[in-house]
């Protein structure tokens, strides 16, 4: 049975986040567990030293006061966290999830996907946490460290779940398209009759030609619904026209081939194409 991993938090992308989980759940067979991480900030107060020039006694006074403050914090930090989980339980339930856990974990959220990644299929997390800023269209702090910290796909919710009947795949010919391409077809009748678009950039060659029909036809003998198109011009333009003018509703792409330290120089065609497509996006390392 296929089991899909969700993290969600306490802002706005925690139902869309629950919604997709189902929807892949319900096309696949597969459970569904849902992960809230509690941060250190969470936990506890900023660490700095508040005591200046106290005396002895007016300062253990105050430690003992700051002490019983974050243990007060801590429990709270808990309790919100198990009525967000309680509540997505229910949301997944509702939409018609057999098997549905919940986990809360204490600690880093990177370090939290590594560790249960193991005994997951896919991840599914949001594009943007409680801390963004929608208004900027910055992505969650922490997406590209669990992208390219993972080893499985990763699910990056959009801001709400819409059905899913079109999936465009910005084909590059890749090692991470290509496990891309072998998770579809691996994934039985579930994902079968839906309709999906090879896209590749660049010019038309006879090698382009054979490697993008090579791939179609390993989705055709799966069940899509499979047709190719390979286009000049630059990808971040090309792909995001593509699905916000085409009606693709899901985008399927390999993730950051380049290092952090290009990224930084050039930027990042994953990054740019998830800040601008409104639709969700499978990332493939």
């Not at 009748?189 to 060659?205: A, D, H, M, R």
């Amino acid at each position: 049975m296929t089991k899909i991993s969700a993290y969600i938090d306490a802002s706005s992308y925690a139902h869309s986040v629950c919604d997709h989980a189902a929807w892949v759940a319900g096309r696949m067979g597969g459970s569904v567990e849902v992960l809230h991480v509690l941060g250190r900030r969470d936990m506890h107060g900023d660490g700095g030293d508040l005591s200046g020039a106290l005396d002895m006694d007016a300062r253990d006074t105050l430690l003992a006061e700051l002490s019983a403050m974050d243990e007060q914090k801590a429990k709270l930090a808990q309790k919100r966290g198990r009525l967000i989980l309680d509540q997505a339980k229910k949301r997944l339930e509702g939409a018609g999830v057999a098997s549905v856990t919940t986990k809360l974990r204490i600690g880093d959220l990177v370090e939290t996907v590594h560790d249960q990644e193991t005994s997951a299929d896919l991840i599914v997390i949001g594009k943007r946490g409680e801390a963004a800023a929608f208004a900027s269209q910055h992505l969650g702090s922490n997406l590209e460290r669990v992208v390219r910290a993972s080893s499985k796909p990763v699910l990056v919710a959009a801001r709400a779940f819409k059905p899913i009947s079109r999936i465009l795949i910005a084909y590059d010919g890749g090692p991470s398209v290509s496990r891309a391409i072998n998770f579809l077809a691996g994934a039985g009748t579930g994902f079968s009759g839906l309709e999906v678009s090879l896209l590749k950039i660049g010019q038309c060659t006879d090698d382009a030609t054979a490697r993008v029909e090579q791939a179609a036809q390993q989705l055709r003998s799966a069940g899509y619904q499979v047709e190719t198109r390979i286009v000049p011009g630059h990808p971040e333009t090309v792909i995001a026209d593509a699905v916000a003018n085409q009606g693709f509703d899901l985008l399927v792409m390999g993730a950051y081939g380049h290092s952090r330290i290009r990224t930084l120089m050039i930027g990042s065609t994953t990054t740019e194409l998830m800040r601008s497509c409104k639709v969700p996006v499978v990332l493939f390392r």
